[in-house]
C-alpha cells in the first residue's frame, strides 16, 4: 500500500471499535473521505438450510452484510461534508440475481447489502452522495482460490478449469482487474449521475439477463 502513496490496516470490520478507529486513522492522515469501496466477504461452507449450522449463517451476516452496515454509519458523516463527488461503490454478488443451492448464508447477506444499498442512495442523495453496486461472478485469481480448489469446483460440474473460468455469454474470464476497473468507473465522474444502480460484472449469466 505505501508504494502507492496508500495506507493498509488490518482490521476486524463486524467490530465497531475497530471499524471508527480506521475511519479516524484515514480521516488523520488523509483529511477527509470522499469516496467508500466496501468490499468485505467471505463464503461459509456451502450447507443445505436443514442442515446449516447457526455459526455458518452467523458469520455470513456478521461480515457479508453487517459489516457492511457498520462502515456506512460511521463513514457517512465524512461523505456528507466530502468536497469532491462522494461516493459509495459496494461489492455484492451474482447470487443476488441467480442463487444457488446450498449457498443460502452468503446469497441472503449478499441480498441484504444489495438492500442496504437501494436504502443509502434514497437517503444519501439529498447530500448529492452515490451508493451504487456492483455484483461480480467467478472471480479467480485471488489468493482466495487454490488450483486445488479451483480444479475441485470445476470437476463438480463436470469442466475443464478453463471451461469453469469461462462459463459466462460472453465465455471470457473476468478477473480482478476487471472488478477494479467498474468500481474505479462507478466512483468517478462517470457515473455521476448514478444512484442505487446494480450492475453486473459477469460476461452474462442467462439466469440474470
Partial sequence: ??????????????????????????????????????????????????????????????????????????????????????????????NVNAPGAGAASYSCAKAGVTQLCRVAALELAPFQVRCNIIHPDAVFDTKLWTPENLKRSAERYGMTVEEYKTRNLMKTEIKSKDVGRMVAAMASPLFGKTTGAQIPVDGGNDRVI
Fill in 1 to 94: 500500500m505505501a508504494s502507492i502513496g496508500g495506507i493498509g490496516i488490518v482490521t476486524n470490520l463486524t467490530q465497531d471499535d475497530k471499524v471508527v478507529a480506521a475511519v479516524e486513522q484515514a480521516i488523520r492522515d488523509f483529511g477527509g473521505i470522499d469516496i467508500v469501496v466496501s468490499n468485505a466477504g467471505i463464503f461459509t461452507a456451502g450447507a443445505y438450510l436443514e442442515n446449516m449450522e447457526e455459526s455458518n449463517w452467523d458469520k455470513s451476516i456478521a461480515v457479508n452484510l453487517t459489516s457492511h452496515q457498520k462502515l456506512l454509519k460511521y463513514t457517512i458523516p465524512f461523505l456528507k461534508n466530502g468536497v469532491d463527488e462522494p461516493a459509495i461503490v459496494i461489492v455484492g454478488s451474482r
